[in-house]
């Protein structure tokens, strides 16, 4: 089992918003940003989301994070068929001294 | 722009040992951490080890601990992970990131990953 809890799926149409959870602990997510990485078919996971909110340069600002005590979402407005990948949460860990990811949410664009 | 290649992947028998690499490109290597993450097949990521821009400080998680090495050699631009003892459940694509730790702990640039299968 993974540190961070994530929904093992989620799915929207073109144009829908959908959000992707993460649930953590106070050891993490609740005293540490919050990253988020997506990863296309076949490829390398890429990062998303930083430091809480900030995207990296091309990333669009559909893609958006917000956070509340040990809990954290991502969200994706104006879905694209593009889209359609595997997200990840993740997140320093005080306790166990290193990165923790939560399990992955495969994000299916119907 | 960042480039990353992972290379040293393959097929290992239970016990045995390999040595991963990881060639950095279009960035000053001394100026980041570095880091392993892996992924069982059909399974997610997993952190494996971080090492500080001149190497000491390193970190691992509690499954690799006396088994795999991190190490980096800056003025050969290259970040390099030893494997022993290795088992069944080390199968998986291990990738080479970059990481910040700027704020937490993030990964900014992945490699494409080599894939390290133990079996007999």
Same mark, same amino acid.
């Given at each position: 089992?993974?540190?961070?809890?994530?929904?093992?799926?989620?799915?929207?149409?073109?144009?829908?918003?959908?959000?992707?959870?993460?649930?953590?602990?106070?050891?993490?997510?609740?005293?540490?940003?919050?990253?988020?990485?997506?990863?296309?078919?076949?490829?390398?996971?890429?990062?998303?989301?930083?430091?809480?909110?900030?995207?990296?340069?091309?990333?669009?600002?559909?893609?958006?994070?917000?956070?509340?005590?040990?809990?954290?979402?991502?969200?994706?407005?104006?879905?694209?068929?593009?889209?359609?990948?595997?997200?990840?949460?993740?997140?320093?860990?005080?306790?166990?001294?290193?990165?923790?990811?939560?399990?992955?949410?495969?994000?299916?664009?119907? | 722009?960042?480039?990353?290649?992972?290379?040293?992947?393959?097929?290992?028998?239970?016990?045995?040992?390999?040595?991963? $690499?990881?060639?950095?490109?279009?960035?000053? #290597?001394?100026?980041?951490?570095?880091?392993?993450?892996?992924? !069982?097949? %059909?399974?997610?990521?997993?952190?494996?080890?971080?090492?500080?821009?001149?190497?000491?400080?390193?970190?691992?998680?509690?499954?690799?601990?006396?088994?795999?090495?991190?190490?980096?050699?800056?003025?050969?631009? $290259?970040?390099?992970?030893?494997?022993?003892? #290795?088992?069944?459940?080390?199968?998986?694509?291990?990738?080479? !990131?970059? %990481?910040?730790?700027?704020?937490?702990?993030?990964?900014?640039?992945?490699?494409?990953?080599?894939?390290?299968?133990?079996?007999?």
């Amino acid at each position: 089992q993974s540190v961070l809890t994530q929904p093992p799926s989620a799915s929207g149409t073109p144009g829908q918003r959908v959000t992707i959870s993460c649930s953590g602990s106070s050891s993490n997510i609740g005293s540490n940003p919050v990253n988020w990485y997506q990863q296309l078919p076949g490829t390398a996971p890429k990062l998303l989301i930083y430091s809480n909110n900030q995207r990296p340069s091309g990333v669009p600002d559909r893609f958006s994070y917000s956070k509340s005590g040990t809990s954290a979402s991502l969200a994706i407005s104006g879905l694209q068929s593009e889209d359609e990948a595997d997200y990840y949460c993740a997140a320093w860990d005080d306790s166990l001294n290193g990165v923790v990811f939560g399990g992955g949410t495969k994000l299916t664009v119907l | 722009e960042v480039q990353l290649v992972e290379s040293g992947g393959g097929l290992v028998q239970p016990g045995g040992s390999l040595r991963l $690499s990881c060639a950095a490109s279009g960035f000053t #290597l001394s100026n980041y951490w570095m880091s392993w993450v892996r992924q !069982a097949p %059909g399974e997610g990521l997993e952190w494996v080890a971080n090492i500080k821009q001149d190497g000491s400080e390193i970190k691992y998680v509690d499954s690799v601990k006396g088994r795999f090495t991190i190490s980096r050699d800056n003025a050969k631009n $290259s970040l390099y992970l030893q494997m022993n003892s #290795l088992r069944a459940e080390d199968t998986a694509v291990y990738y080479c !990131a970059r %990481g910040s730790a700027v704020a937490g702990f993030h990964f900014d640039d992945w490699g494409q990953g080599t894939l390290v299968t133990v079996s007999s």
